[in-house]
């Protein structure tokens, strides 16, 4: 199965090692959503989305990447993410903006993923910030173990 794995990590390359896990076990392409269009996505069999949270949803440049992406039919894909606060109900709405424009072009969202990482946004830099040393080993292995589950 041929992958590609589109993401973008900023502060703290919290989602970068996350992607470059999953990556690895999935023997991925992976791809920095500011060098998608140098990739031709259809020849693609599963592709990933991945950013960190920033205000309840995905990064802006991958959900604009979704907004312009060609339609298609059946395609696979699946979600991941880094955030401050994680929890069964919170990935479900950190997750539902990217997922829905994803539905809408034709992708099948077979799985997400999604652990704490380090966070400094804000006024959280005044205090350490939160989630020092995140993703750790631990979330390291649960992002290889997700990404068997899609093999």
């Not at 999604?114 to 006024?123: D, E, L, P, Q, V």
């Amino acid at each position: 199965m041929k992958t590609l794995i589109i993401y973008i990590s900023v502060h703290h390359q919290n989602t970068e090692k996350v992607a470059k896990v999953i990556a690895e076990e999935l023997e991925a392409d992976l791809v920095p959503v500011d060098q998608v269009q140098s990739r031709p996505i259809a020849e693609y069999d599963l592709i990933g989305f991945g950013s960190g949270i920033y205000g309840g949803k995905h990064h802006e440049y991958l959900l604009d990447l979704a907004d312009r992406l060609s339609q298609v039919t059946n395609k696979k894909a699946f979600i991941f993410s880094t955030s401050a606060i994680t929890g069964k109900a919170k990935v479900a709405k950190d997750h539902s903006l990217l997922k829905e424009k994803l539905q809408s072009k034709g992708y099948v969202i077979v799985d997400e993923f999604s652990c704490k990482g380090f966070n400094t946004n804000s006024f959280l830099k005044l205090f350490g910030g939160m989630n020092k040393g995140r993703p750790n080993e631990e979330d390291l292995e649960r992002a290889r173990v997700f990404a068997r589950g899609l093999k």
